[in-house]
């Protein structure tokens, strides 16, 4: 028996088509439709009545309605389409329509293939008609003046804007010349080549145009008047019965281009004469400089490891949407003073010789920071300060005293947090000994200038003043204080920094400024300023990119220039102090592990706080019950260290830290592959 179907169209084609299906009881035939739409895709409703059916099209539009035609004593399918009819039917509301039969077949592969020849047929012809209007409706009531040439440059079409800012009728347009080219121009006829290349390809281009040569311009002679661009009034005001007039000059003479758009045309060019694999090579290429973060690495496949995914999303993100109304309330109106014990000034002379002697190989990289903590009861920095400071001869280029130095010494130091684990006074003192340590590397001192190598000590000096033990996205999820001062961005870094010359300005006992020329001062300003701001891990890969790309390459190719531009020392520098933060990896074992067992515990206590208050969970891998620590530390090597220190040993040259790096991975694989969570193996 040959029982219809009848077809019907909304012509707004989504990415899913929705279909929706008219059946008055369940059968063989609605379940192949449900399974067809199903295996393609298609978002698919069923209504049993024509009241349930017009419900469930005002909803939700469906693209495709499917009626049965078979069951009249349930509802009449034809009564239902017909748009005499005003209640419960569809037809009324659909504006433009097709109608199509189906014989009844109940195969799923019958009722698929009818739908793709809907879908690819028909329905997206539908949607390409009405995008079409859609783009003229946009194009009429833009405010921008917009011209639609052919190939020849012959106009073809302009909108309503256009004529109001360039003074022409549409009339006096269409069919014309865009314009006479000057032979003096010779970039004009290239330009619309290009064009007209990447239209053929069915490319995009943006171009933007603007000229001040009004006589170049074939309508000259048809202007009508001139007004200042800047007091057209938009249409819809008295546009429609007063044309205004401009004087601004023809759009298409002269482009202005970004440096990214440079970039990408000249990629363009190249693909004209580019066999087809380079062309799609080439392709990917513009697909991936047109997105926004050019830096921001892709996972792959580190995605499934819930280490790294944590590490990344803790040190590299500005905190996730608050769960909580509970605030973490971290004031710094009151920085803290010198504690009355430091008051006394010490000489270097004078350090007492238990001190001293943990201080004798200060200039080795395997330098035990720790027995210099123990040593000063939790006061290294201050002490390794003066014997730094003295050895760069920082004192005599600021022209400050002695005394001045170590009190700013002292009042900096007073303000790390002895209660953390890892960012405290020996963090800073450490940042402090790798930065002196990169600072003698013969290809360092090479790039920098003097001004930047005591940049570089205070930088190292105050990079981590203050701070809270928490990270930036705990913070921004907290609602602290900080996070609002600095709109959730660089929170702990701006504040670092910002704290540091607070401190030292607020009084002359400890301004260790104070006695340099005032451009001198403002350019160890910005040099620290950029340094300590570098040392947020969310542009980490940012940088590490440019040193590489504009450093290391050059030099490979034996380019000896690029050591002394002022934007690739900014570079050195800002690689230099981001090496000098995080080398923990690249220390000897012991050394590693200690730093290690306490940034983790850094991290149990940020995660026990964010149990406790309600916050959202920044790191769920650092729970002090479940994590492990080797995997940890695996994951912070493989995806931060080990590229980076490729990178700045290729520069510095230091294969002793390469050494200690590969130990130490070794050291941590072993532990992971034996199961263990913890810092160290059990007792044999």
Same mark, same amino acid.
């Given at each position: 028996?040959?029982?219809?179907?009848?077809?019907?169209?909304?012509?707004?084609?989504?990415?899913?088509?929705?279909?929706?299906?008219?059946?008055?009881?369940?059968?063989?035939?609605?379940?192949?439709?449900?399974?067809?739409?199903?295996?393609?895709?298609?978002?698919?409703?069923?209504?049993?009545?024509?009241?349930?059916?017009?419900?469930?099209?005002?909803?939700?539009?469906?693209?495709?309605?499917?009626?049965?035609?078979?069951?009249?004593?349930?509802?009449?399918?034809?009564?239902?389409?017909?748009?005499?009819?005003?209640?419960?039917?569809?037809?009324?509301?659909?504006?433009?329509?097709?109608?199509?039969?189906?014989?009844?077949?109940?195969?799923?592969?019958?009722?698929?293939?009818?739908?793709?020849?809907?879908?690819?047929?028909?329905?997206?012809?539908?949607?390409?008609?009405?995008?079409?209007?859609? +783009?003229?409706?946009?194009?009429?009531?833009?405010?921008?003046?917009?011209?639609?040439?052919?190939?020849?440059?012959?106009?073809?079409?302009?909108?309503?804007?256009?004529?109001?800012?360039?003074?022409?009728?549409?009339?006096?347009?269409?069919?014309?010349?865009?314009?006479?080219?000057?032979?003096?121009? =010779?970039?004009?006829?290239?330009?619309?080549?290009?064009?007209?290349?990447?239209?053929? =390809?069915?490319? @995009?281009?943006?171009?933007?145009?603007?000229?001040?040569?009004?006589?170049?311009?074939?309508?000259?002679?048809?202007?009508?008047?001139?007004?200042?661009?800047?007091?057209?009034? &938009?249409?819809?005001?008295?546009?429609?019965?007063?044309?205004?007039?401009? &004087?601004?000059?023809?759009?298409?003479?002269?482009?202005?281009?970004?440096?990214?758009?440079?970039?990408?045309?000249?990629?363009?060019?190249?693909?004209?004469?580019?066999?087809?694999?380079?062309?799609?090579?080439?392709?990917?290429?513009?697909?991936?400089?047109?997105?926004?973060?050019?830096?921001?690495?892709?996972?792959?496949?580190?995605?499934?490891?819930? /280490?790294?995914?944590?590490?990344?999303?803790?040190?590299?993100?500005?905190?996730?949407?608050?769960?909580?109304?509970?605030?973490?309330?971290?004031?710094?109106?009151?920085?803290?003073?010198?504690?009355?014990?430091?008051?006394?000034?010490?000489?270097?002379?004078?350090?007492?010789?238990?001190?001293?002697?943990?201080?004798?190989?200060?200039?080795?990289?395997?330098?035990?920071?720790?027995?210099?903590?123990?040593?000063?009861?939790?006061?290294?920095?201050?002490?390794?300060?003066?014997?730094?400071?003295?050895?760069?001869?920082?004192?005599?280029?600021?022209?400050?005293?002695?005394?001045?130095?170590? &009190?700013?010494?002292?009042?900096?130091?007073?303000?790390? /947090?002895?209660?953390?684990?890892?960012?405290?006074?020996?963090?800073?003192?450490?940042?402090?000994?790798?930065?002196?340590?990169?600072?003698?590397?013969?290809?360092?001192?090479?790039?920098?200038?003097?001004?930047?190598?005591?940049?570089?000590?205070?930088?190292?000096?105050?990079?981590?003043?203050?701070?809270?033990?928490?990270?930036?996205?705990?913070?921004?999820?907290?609602?602290?204080?900080?996070?609002?001062?600095?709109?959730?961005?660089?929170?702990?870094?701006?504040? /670092?920094?910002?704290?540091?010359?607070?401190?030292?300005?607020?009084?002359?006992?400890?301004? +260790?400024? =104070?006695?340099?020329?005032?451009?001198?001062?403002?350019?160890?300003?910005?040099?620290?300023?950029?340094?300590?701001?570098?040392?947020?891990?969310?542009?980490?890969?940012?940088?590490?990119?440019?040193?590489?790309?504009?450093?290391?390459?050059? %030099?490979?190719?034996? @380019?000896?220039? @690029?050591?002394?531009?002022?934007?690739?020392?900014?570079?050195?520098?800002?690689?230099?102090?981001?090496?000098?933060?995080?080398?923990?990896?690249?220390?000897?074992?012991?050394?590693?592990?200690?730093?290690?067992?306490?940034?983790?515990?850094?991290?149990?206590?940020?995660?026990?706080?964010? =149990?406790?208050?309600? %916050?959202?969970?920044?790191?769920?891998?650092?729970?002090?019950?479940?994590? &492990?620590?080797?995997?940890?530390?695996?994951?912070?090597?493989?995806?931060?260290?080990?590229?980076?220190?490729?990178?700045?040993?290729?520069?510095?040259?230091?294969?002793?830290?390469?050494?200690?790096?590969?130990?130490?991975?070794?050291?941590?694989?072993?532990?992971?592959?034996?199961?263990?969570?913890?810092?160290?193996?059990?007792?044999?």
């Amino acid at each position: 028996m040959d029982i219809c179907l009848c077809f019907f169209f909304f012509f707004i084609y989504l990415f899913f088509l929705q279909v929706l299906l008219v059946f008055a009881k369940e059968d063989s035939q609605s379940n192949g439709f449900c399974w067809a739409c199903e295996k393609a895709n298609f978002r698919c409703s069923m209504a049993r009545t024509p009241e349930s059916a017009l419900e469930c099209f005002l909803e939700k539009h469906h693209d495709l309605v499917i009626i049965d035609h078979r069951h009249s004593r349930h509802f009449d399918a034809e009564a239902l389409c017909r748009p005499d009819r005003e209640e419960a039917s569809v037809m009324p509301l659909i504006n433009a329509g097709f109608n199509r039969r189906y014989v009844e077949n109940a195969n799923m592969m019958a009722c698929y293939n009818e739908l793709l020849q809907l879908e690819h047929g028909e329905v997206r012809a539908q949607f390409k008609l009405r995008a079409g209007n859609a +783009i003229f409706t946009a194009l009429e009531q833009s405010q921008e003046a917009i011209e639609i040439t052919s190939e020849d440059q012959v106009i073809q079409y302009v909108n309503p804007a256009y004529e109001a800012i360039m003074g022409y009728q549409q009339g006096e347009l269409i069919g014309k010349e865009i314009i006479e080219v000057p032979k003096s121009e =010779k970039n004009k006829p290239d330009l619309l080549e290009t064009i007209n290349s990447c239209i053929r =390809k069915g490319k @995009v281009i943006h171009c933007y145009f603007y000229s001040p040569d009004i006589q170049s311009s074939k309508h000259k002679d048809r202007r009508k008047g001139s007004l200042d661009v800047r007091s057209t009034t &938009s249409r819809g005001s008295d546009g429609s019965s007063q044309r205004r007039h401009s &004087s601004m000059a023809r759009i298409h003479s002269m482009t202005i281009e970004a440096p990214i758009t440079k970039v990408i045309n000249i990629i363009n060019a190249a693909q004209e004469s580019s066999p087809m694999p380079v062309a799609e090579a080439l392709d990917r290429v513009l697909e991936i400089l047109r997105t926004t973060e050019l830096y921001s690495p892709q996972l792959g496949t580190k995605d499934e490891d819930p /280490h790294t995914n944590d590490l990344v999303g803790g040190l590299m993100t500005d905190g996730l949407r608050r769960l909580s109304g509970n605030e973490y309330i971290f004031s710094t109106k009151h920085p803290h003073h010198i504690p009355s014990h430091l008051t006394t000034p010490l000489s270097l002379n004078d350090i007492p010789p238990r001190i001293a002697q943990t201080m004798e190989n200060e200039d080795s990289w395997d330098f035990d920071i720790f027995n210099l903590e123990a040593a000063t009861m939790k006061r290294p920095l201050t002490y390794l300060g003066l014997k730094i400071f003295s050895r760069f001869g920082v004192c005599e280029f600021l022209n400050c005293p002695e005394a001045t130095l170590r &009190s700013w010494l002292q009042v900096i130091e007073a303000n790390y /947090h002895s209660s953390n684990s890892y960012h405290n006074s020996t963090h800073a003192a450490d940042v402090l000994h790798a930065t002196a340590y990169f600072l003698c590397k013969e290809r360092v001192k090479q790039s920098l200038d003097p001004i930047d190598e005591v940049a570089a000590l205070i930088a190292a000096t105050v990079h981590d003043v203050d701070h809270p033990g928490r990270t930036n996205s705990f913070l921004c999820n907290a609602g602290s204080e900080l996070a609002i001062l600095y709109n959730d961005t660089a929170v702990l870094e701006s504040h /670092h920094a910002a704290l540091a010359f607070q401190i030292t300005t607020r009084d002359d006992k400890c301004n +260790i400024f =104070k006695n340099i020329e005032r451009n001198e001062y403002r350019t160890l300003r910005q040099a620290i300023i950029d340094m300590v701001l570098a040392t947020e891990m969310t542009k980490h890969f940012e940088h590490v990119n440019k040193f590489v790309n504009s450093i290391n390459k050059p %030099l490979a190719e034996s @380019v000896k220039s @690029v050591l002394t531009s002022p934007e690739n020392r900014i570079l050195v520098k800002r690689m230099l102090i981001k090496c000098a933060d995080i080398s923990n990896p690249c220390r000897p074992q012991e050394l590693c592990i200690e730093w290690a067992g306490r940034i983790s515990e850094e991290y149990f206590a940020q995660t026990d706080e964010e =149990k406790r208050q309600g %916050l959202p969970v920044v790191m769920p891998v650092f729970d002090r019950n479940t994590c &492990s620590i080797p995997k940890s530390q695996i994951s912070f090597i493989d995806y931060f260290i080990t590229d980076m220190f490729d990178a700045w040993d290729a520069f510095a040259d230091l294969p002793n830290l390469m050494q200690h790096l590969d130990n130490n991975f070794k050291y941590w694989k072993g532990l992971d592959e034996r199961k263990l969570h913890s810092l160290r193996p059990p007792p044999e």
